[in-house]
């Protein structure tokens, strides 16, 4: 467990003074537990079960709780520690190269996978935890979404990601936690369809970010939130229109012309070429080659199977 997970333990009254005996049987309580409070729940689950499951006399089990309320928070306590310690270990795994961001999501929800049953478990009953505890395992949960949080702004900061205000950057942050939460949440039927690596890189796309977080042969990520398309994670904020018009499907001289327009431009009687007359073409035509941001005419000859591109005129604009 992690130093942010022993600090806390600490804060549970015990009569050992072996911290590291300390640990070793707790670990063995909560996996004990875990087990009873979903099969039984938590409210029937009694402190002798517990103590029988996990191999040690209810004597030796109120040495290292007090009570069964300590039983559950030491299970919330696990869960946070082992994501803190699977994403600091993918943090490290790419520090000087790679993308922080997939690393750190997929260590996340390996976590997620490994530890479905007890992350079910603080869902369903937190709210029996005493409020002291009740709000430690909030805040843990909290800071495991910093985590996110931290990844983001650095790639920010890298210019590899667009500034975002803060409320998108905490959506963001945010929507990555829960889908560690809905593997755990909807496993019955994910589980029957998905490995735990499906999921990663497909089901991520269910709350609007694209599940290719991984590079393919070229190094290249997508990544998609928001509607906003991310390659390499760089905005792509310049969407050229491309268009062509020739003689016939096949062959003889073509024309093909793209254009990018500002965001968000919107040009009145703008329609298919063929629908308006020929001053209003030309009129048109000029307003967007003085409103666009970039455009380019080019011309050729086309053949079956091939275009001759050999003294191509082409005028350009940037």
């Not at 909560?30 to 006399?57: C, M, P, W, Y």
């Not at 909030?138 to 983001?152: H, K, P, Q, S, Y």
């Not at 703008?270 to 030309?282: H, I, N």
């Amino acid at each position: 467990m992690g130093i942010a997970s022993q600090k806390n333990e600490r804060q549970i009254p015990t009569q050992v003074k072996n911290q590291d005996l300390v640990q070793r049987r707790r670990h063995q309580i909560v996996d004990a537990a875990v087990e009873l409070f979903i099969q039984n729940g938590f409210h029937k689950t009694t402190t002798r079960q517990i103590a029988k499951a996990a191999g040690v006399s209810i004597g030796s089990l109120y040495e290292y709780v007090a009570s069964k309320e300590d039983v559950l928070y030491l299970v919330c306590d696990a869960i946070h520690a082992e994501m803190q310690r699977g994403m600091a270990e993918a943090m490290q795994r790419v520090a000087d190269q790679g993308n922080p961001l997939a690393e750190v999501v997929r260590a996340y929800l390996l976590v997620c996978d490994r530890m479905n049953d007890h992350i079910l478990l603080i869902y369903q009953e937190t709210q029996s935890l005493p409020h002291k505890w009740r709000r430690v395992v909030l805040e843990n949960e909290v800071r495991i979404t910093g985590l996110f949080t931290a990844i983001l702004l650095r790639l920010m900061d890298e210019g590899v990601l667009p500034r975002l205000d803060g409320q998108r950057l905490d959506l963001m942050a945010h929507n990555i936690s829960v889908l560690g939460h809905m593997w755990t949440f909807r496993r019955w039927f994910l589980a029957r369809h998905y490995s735990i690596d499906d999921y990663i890189q497909r089901g991520a796309d269910n709350y609007g970010i694209h599940p290719v977080f991984f590079a393919n042969e070229k190094q290249t990520y997508y990544w998609k939130y928001g509607g906003v398309v991310y390659n390499n994670f760089y905005y792509l904020n310049d969407i050229a229109g491309v268009d062509e018009v020739g003689m016939s499907p096949l062959a003889g001289p073509v024309v093909s012309a793209a254009v990018i327009l500002p965001k968000d431009y919107r040009l009145k009687s703008v329609d298919d070429s063929k629908k308006l007359d020929q001053p209003t073409r030309e009129r048109l035509a000029d307003r967007l080659r003085k409103d666009a941001l970039c455009f380019a005419i080019g011309s050729g000859q086309a053949t079956p199977g091939r275009t001759k591109r050999p003294g191509t005129a082409a005028t350009f604009r940037s």
